[in-house]
């Protein structure tokens, strides 16, 4: 598949099949994903995959709105960053994000982001704490990683739609 098919494939899927995505091609995803740039060349970017049924139900429960549906993915990574290796993680983190999303268009999956990094458990209850709070309440992450978004995996229960047409003439110019 060439690039710009990728680019054309890419969609935020949140229906996926029951078929387990196998390790090897998770394994070449979070690699594709390493491979991003990143400032200072700090390689700050930490990725984790989880394919265990039990672990993410338990994620899909880190925000009251938005991430209901990666109970169903059979495949989630956590995207992070090293604060202690670069105080850009965030960019660099989300760079890398964005790459994985498209090697798993180029190895016949699809997914969705998740944001976490900001976001509350509990949208009307602040006093619930973080997604990033509740995610560490069961995934050991070394002190210093803070967790941008989760990349829920799988392949896609239907075909996405095209993007719809749109105007982007007032997104792009020259100076």
């Known amino acids: 598949m060439d690039f710009k098919e990728v680019i054309e494939k890419r969609r935020s899927t949140r229906k996926f099949e029951e078929r387990p995505v196998d390790r090897a091609t998770a394994e070449r995803l979070m690699q594709a994903a390493l491979t991003a740039p990143s400032a200072r060349n700090t390689r700050s970017t930490r990725?984790?995959?989880?394919?265990?049924?039990?672990?993410?139900?338990?994620?899909?429960?880190?925000?009251d709105y938005?991430?209901?549906?990666?109970?169903?993915?059979?495949?989630?990574?956590?995207?992070?960053?090293?604060?202690?290796?670069?105080?850009?993680?965030?960019?660099?983190?989300?760079?890398?994000?964005?790459?994985?999303?498209?090697?798993?268009?180029?190895?016949?999956l699809a997914?969705?982001?998740?944001?976490?990094?900001?976001?509350?458990?509990?949208?009307?209850?602040?006093?619930?704490?973080?997604?990033?709070?509740?995610?560490?309440?069961?995934?050991?992450?070394?002190?210093?990683?803070?967790?941008?978004c989760l990349v829920a995996a799988g392949y896609a229960a239907s075909a996405p739609a095209p993007l719809p047409e749109h105007d982007d003439s007032g997104s792009m110019g020259w100076l």
């Open 47 to 63: 990725i984790i995959a989880t394919d265990d049924r039990d672990t993410i139900v338990r994620m899909a429960s880190m925000r």
């Open 66 to 108: 938005g991430s209901a549906f990666v109970k169903n993915a059979p495949l989630v990574f956590i995207v992070a960053g090293d604060t202690a290796a670069c105080d850009l993680w965030v960019d660099n983190a989300a760079i890398a994000a964005t790459i994985l999303q498209l090697a798993a268009v180029d190895e016949g």
């Open 111 to 148: 997914s969705c982001w998740v944001h976490v990094n900001g976001r509350p458990h509990l949208k009307e209850d602040p006093s619930a704490g973080t997604a990033e709070q509740y995610l560490r309440g069961f995934v050991d992450l070394p002190e210093g990683w803070r967790i941008l």
